[in-house]
């Protein structure tokens, strides 16, 4: 029979052994999990694995897992895991990419200061690989940079302007067949017409004070300058009235004419039509 002085020196000899080696078990899976996956860089909501350098494969697995974060909207993520192959992998099949896809991160972003670190890594980029396949992309990508910082058509057009000069660059590189060329095509028509919006404007603002000298010279300005514009439907319908108020008939004529052709479901063409048929029997008689 144990007694209560032997009971006590069992439990004793049983606890403590039982804790060291419980401890010991905790220690080893996290230094295991350190050991066999990674580097945790990040105390945000999610940590970033960062596989150790020289482990087999190491920019591919990067680059699979950045691509997963910019699909997901991670971007902070998704640049931790290009920075990496950038800062560490020169060698790398993956490493011109991921420059790229750092561009593309800032750029998800949406923010001033994204915007402007996003045009820096495609600059770089087409910089440091100027005879790269993806160097079109990234040209591509400092136009739709300037495009989304484009101000409505009330205020300044500076970004308006930058995101012309870009996608006109990229029309006159590149083959009328590539790829990007039909998004391309788009931006750049977005911006010509806020410009074209703007400067219709300030013509619209002539017109309505019935300062039709300053309206036709702006409205010829738009046409002139941007003659895919859009909107010219009501341009061709308030230079017509300009003409008309100032008694210049036969080049009125024209515009309105055009209302009626070019734009068979135009809001402004029941006015032009009337317009139309007025100034042409006034001109009859």
């Known amino acids: 029979m144990v007694g209560k002085h032997d009971r006590r020196q069992m439990r004793t000899s049983i606890s403590v052994p039982t804790r060291e080696c419980l401890a010991t078990n905790l220690w080893a899976k996290v230094l295991g999990t350190c050991a066999l996956a990674s580097i945790l860089v990040g105390c945000g909501s999610r940590s970033v694995e960062i596989p150790e350098i020289g482990e087999f494969e190491a920019d591919r697995v990067l680059f699979e897992r950045g691509r997963e974060a910019i699909d997901e909207g991670n971007w902070s993520v998704a640049r931790e895991y290009f920075t990496q192959i950038r800062d560490n992998y020169p060698q790398s099949d993956y490493r011109a990419e991921s ?36 160097v079109a992309y990234a040209q591509y990508k400092v136009g739709m940079v300037h495009l989304r910082q484009m101000n409505s058509a009330e205020r300044d057009q500076t970004e308006t302007l930058n995101a012309i000069a870009e996608f006109e660059i990229f029309v006159a590189r590149y083959p009328a067949d590539h790829e990007l060329m039909a998004q391309v095509r788009q931006a750049l028509r977005s911006a010509r017409d806020r410009l074209s919006e703007h400067d219709y404007l300030v013509g619209s603002f002539y017109f309505r004070f019935r300062n039709y000298a300053g309206a036709i010279s702006r409205f010829r300005q738009i046409l002139e300058n941007d003659p895919g514009y859009t909107g010219r439907d009501r341009v061709y319908l308030q230079l017509a ?45």
Do not use: C, K, W
């Not at 309105?256 to 042409?280: I, K, Q, Y």
């Open 99 to 134: 420059r790229l896809q750092i561009g593309d991160s800032y750029e998800g972003e949406g923010t001033l200061e994204s915007y402007v670190r996003a045009l820096e890594a495609y600059q770089d980029f087409m910089s440091l690989y100027p005879t790269h396949p993806r």
């Open 241 to 285: 009235v300009s003409l008309a108020e100032t008694q210049q008939t036969a080049e009125a004529i024209p515009y309105l004419s055009r209302v009626l052709e070019e734009f068979d479901n135009s809001e402004h063409a029941g006015d032009a039509r009337r317009l139309l048929d007025e100034l042409t029997s006034a001109q009859e008689r």
